[in-house]
């Protein structure tokens, strides 16, 4: 089962890397999900059609994944559901302060070699491993 779960990990990254990569290459533009959701809420935004396939793509790639395996959509928070929603809201916050989410620093700001991208990801990677550290020590 170890060598499934790393075949498929690596499989959804090298899609992620593709898709990214074609967007790139057809559109000039970088794949960020936190911006391309800020311009399908943002009005008079010309962008808008693209980004908003875009992101079908990815919702509809859940729905699909949660029918082929509904396990893997088993998990259920321990959260009330307003913590979780506050979180999320903040994430989405942060991400616009930080000019990006990890997905569009980490995946294709980095292969670009940008200075900004690469300390994004590691104040993201620092404050991530911190806050599980401190919260395992808080929750436990």
Known sequence: MFVLDWFLALLGGLLIAFAASLVLLFQGRIVGISGMFAALVTPGNADRRWKAFFVLGLLTGG???????PQSLAYLPERPIGIIALAGLLVGFGARMGNG????????????????????????????????????QIWS
């Open 63 to 69: 729905v699909f994944l949660g029918f082929i395996n």
């Open 101 to 136: 989410c990890t997905s569009g620093h980490g995946i294709c700001g980095l292969p670009r070699l940008s200075l900004r991208s690469f300390l994004a990801v590691m104040t993201f990677m620092t404050t991530g491993v911190l806050s599980a550290v401190i919260g395992a």
